[in-house]
């Protein structure tokens, strides 16, 4: 097994050329249908989102400074457990984007029509510029379910819009973001990985551990 150092420079060595190929050949066209943003329950919608991502769509002109931490992210459910009152508690790792009451990201509407559309597209974080598509690295997440299709490194998740025809423009933005997004998640998990400490959260309390250090759910360092 690879530690995650030779993991991150296999990211780094990726040919994006070859991952628009992968993607071309594959073929993707986003139908808005949504199936990608909703859950049947909270738990259902896990999108990772990195912490600069989170303050990147808290300081957006488009919300003029309406959202904070809260409204943006998450602690990822794992590992947590309820409380008598239904609240969770105990400690993560990782943030997911936030979910309305019914389990569907906060930044998805949809118009009378059904069509469904992200209110934060310009400033979606990596994983949802990239979705259906991943690379195949150790270090790197398969988002919701197994791949239904592979071309190289590269897989294509469950989606209505695979198979459609992508221009090659499309395919190399996909790439580079791809080619981003797996180098993230390896340096993000390489830094969760050195600055982790337990920290014993109190009862009723949550723990987030992320690149920078143990949170609170409202994003503010543990230690302050």
């Given at each position: 097994?690879?530690?995650?150092?030779?993991?991150?420079?296999?990211?780094?060595?990726?040919?994006?050329?070859?991952?628009?190929?992968?993607?071309?050949?594959?073929?993707?066209?986003?139908?808005?249908?949504?199936?990608?943003?909703?859950?049947?329950?909270?738990?259902?919608?896990?999108?990772?989102?990195?912490?600069?991502?989170?303050?990147?769509?808290?300081?957006?002109?488009?919300?003029?400074?309406?959202?904070?931490?809260?409204?943006?992210?998450?602690?990822?459910?794992?590992?947590?457990?309820?409380?008598?009152?239904?609240?969770?508690?105990?400690?993560?790792?990782?943030?997911?984007?936030?979910t309305d009451d019914c389990g569907d990201c906060t930044?998805?509407?949809?118009?009378?029509?059904?069509?469904?559309?992200?209110?934060?597209?310009?400033?979606?974080?990596?994983?949802?510029?990239?979705?259906?598509?991943?690379?195949?690295?150790?270090?790197?997440?398969?988002?919701?379910?197994?791949?239904?299709?592979?071309?190289?490194?590269?897989?294509?998740?469950?989606?209505?819009?695979?198979?459609?025809?992508?221009?090659?423009?499309?395919?190399?933005?996909?790439?580079?973001?791809?080619?981003?997004?797996?180098?993230?998640?390896?340096?993000?998990?390489?830094?969760?990985?050195?600055?982790?400490?337990?920290?014993?959260?109190?009862?009723?309390?949550?723990?987030?551990?992320?690149?920078?250090?143990?949170?609170?759910?409202?994003?503010?360092?543990?230690?302050?």
């Open positions: 097994m690879q530690s995650l150092e030779a993991e991150l420079e296999e990211a780094r060595a990726l040919d994006t050329d070859d991952l628009a190929d992968a993607v071309e050949s594959i073929g993707f066209e986003c139908t808005r249908c949504g199936a990608c943003c909703k859950g049947e329950d909270e738990d259902d919608h896990t999108a990772t989102v990195f912490p600069d991502e989170v303050r990147d769509l808290e300081a957006s002109d488009e919300y003029d400074g309406d959202y904070d931490w809260r409204d943006v992210a998450r602690p990822m459910p794992y590992g947590l457990s309820a409380t008598d009152d239904g609240d969770l508690e105990g400690e993560t790792f990782e943030w997911a984007l936030q930044f998805y509407e949809e118009d009378e029509s059904g069509t469904g559309a992200c209110v934060a597209h310009d400033d979606r974080p990596l994983i949802c510029r990239t979705y259906p598509f991943s690379v195949a690295l150790a270090g790197t997440s398969q988002p919701m379910g197994e791949a239904v299709d592979e071309e190289g490194v590269v897989r294509a998740h469950e989606c209505e819009g695979l198979g459609r025809d992508i221009s090659r423009a499309d395919a190399e933005d996909l790439a580079r973001a791809l080619k981003e997004r797996a180098v993230r998640e390896l340096e993000e998990a390489i830094a969760v990985r050195d600055e982790y400490a337990p920290a014993e959260p109190d009862p009723g309390e949550v723990v987030v551990h992320d690149s920078e250090g143990a949170k609170r759910i409202d994003g503010t360092p543990l230690e302050e």
